[in-house]
């Protein structure tokens, strides 16, 4: 995953969509932390919705929590896209 400067924080391109990672403070850990927001299957970054992924202390974390939430879409899309069709004989 190829992560680029963009506005104020970090975006990147998938085949399934867009991540962007920004710093922001967060009032339940009381200090700066990670946040990342996902745009699923869109032609250029709208702003996306945060996913289930935030409050991280370093961007390093928040980018390696990002690649392997990717890689786990990219499993359920493949499935989607190639359902299992094997036939079993009677």
């Known amino acids: 995953m190829e992560w680029n400067e963009y506005k104020n ?3 990147a391109k998938t085949r399934n969509g867009y991540y962007f990672l920004y710093e922001d403070f967060s009032h339940e850990k009381g200090g700066h932390r990670w946040f990342l927001k996902y745009d699923p299957d869109t ?3 709208q702003g ?3 996913i289930n992924l935030h409050g991280f202390e370093s ?3 928040a980018k390696n929590a990002a690649e392997e939430f990717s890689k786990e879409t990219d499993k359920e899309n493949q499935k989607v896209e190639r359902p299992n069709t ?3 004989p009677d």
Do not use: C, P, R
């Open 9 to 11: 924080g970090f975006l």
């Open 43 to 45: 032609l250029e970054y």
């Open 86 to 88: 094997t036939v079993f």
């Open 59 to 61: 961007l390093i974390e």
């Open 48 to 50: 996306g919705d945060q």
